[in-house]
């Protein structure tokens, strides 16, 4: 059965909206420029059709249903998404590009993000964006579910359904407190954090960087006993200027330190952020083929 087989069209709806914004047939009736008894027929029509009244009627005057006051708040939105939709097609049918829905990690839109929506937008005439963070595990769950043209997310997930496109590896650093001992050297190694309260993301936003944090710490020979786990980044930063801990953080975002901490990088062995974008196996594109080639020359 076709469910958009409807007992109403537009004009129906359009007619209800004049009579509910104005509140009277006649005056309706002028702003639409058609004769009030053929506006009277579309309001008896639609309410046919819907098989309720949407106005009460008296000599004096016309008021909203119940049912009448819901149609009108409910409509607008219906009218703007039919718009888009339509708009959408109409810039596809002219070779444009609709928009782009891109989801993000909070580190990749703090570094490179931004340079690949500068670059693919200067070459794809009339190209938009919408944007959507979320941890990496929700942001892949929604490109497989194509709710999402694409995801950039911190590590690199093995999926018959996706592909992944290799972004650039970013080394780790810590975060401490302007006054810590450690600040002394120029690079610290992860056995240098035995001792320390260690501030990290909650597992569940990035299940396999944080089991990489914690494979180094037992490679260094130790097993964090003082974990502290926050998100935002923000938050974390926070913390450790407060004396509160050191935080692990990419190399690239060591901008992001605020007054009261500083920034060193640990020495390897430790973890390393594998920055990757993610799309569905099915997806192709102008905009698919712009982003491999900027990552290409620029990003790997």
């Excluded at 059965?1 to 006649?26: I, P």
């Excluded at 694409?150 to 975060?175: C, M, N, S, W």
Aim: with cysteine; hydrophobic share 40%; proline share 4%.
């Amino acid at each position: 059965m076709n469910t958009y087989q409807l007992k109403f069209d537009l004009h129906h709806l359009r007619t209800f909206m004049a009579v509910a914004e104005q509140l009277g047939f006649r005056k309706a009736a002028d702003r639409l420029h058609i004769a009030q008894p053929a506006l009277s027929r579309h309001i008896a029509q639609l309410e046919e059709a819907l098989g309720c009244r949407l106005f009460d009627r008296n000599k004096r005057r016309i008021s909203l249903t119940l049912a009448g006051e819901f149609l009108y708040k409910g409509l607008p939105a219906v009218f703007d998404q039919l718009l888009e939709v339509t708009n959408q097609a109409q810039q596809i049918a002219a070779g444009r590009t609709a928009i782009l829905r891109f989801g993000f990690s909070s580190a990749a839109m703090s570094s490179f993000l931004p340079s690949i929506v500068r670059a693919i937008q200067k070459d794809l005439d009339h190209c938009d964006f919408s944007f959507d963070e979320g941890t990496s595990d929700e942001l892949i769950g929604n490109v497989l579910a194509k709710r999402l043209d694409a995801a950039f997310i911190l590590y690199r997930p093995d999926h018959e359904l996706l592909q992944t496109i290799p972004i650039k590896a970013d080394r780790t650093g810590v975060i401490l407190p302007e006054d810590h001992p450690l600040t002394r050297r120029k690079q610290i190694a992860m056995k240098d954090l035995e001792n320390e309260r260690l501030i990290l993301f909650p597992r569940r936003t990035n299940p396999v960087m944080y089991d990489d944090i914690i494979a180094c710490c037992h490679k260094a020979g130790f097993s964090p006993a003082n974990v502290i786990e926050t998100a935002p980044r923000s938050t974390a930063i926070g913390l450790v200027a407060a004396g509160q801990g050191v935080a692990t953080i990419a190399e690239s975002l060591q901008h992001t330190c605020v007054r009261g901490t500083t920034f060193r990088l640990l020495t390897q062995p430790a973890p390393m952020i594998n920055y990757s974008c993610v799309v569905h196996r099915e997806m192709k594109g102008k905009w698919l083929d712009l982003l491999k080639d900027y990552v290409r020359r620029h990003l790997t």
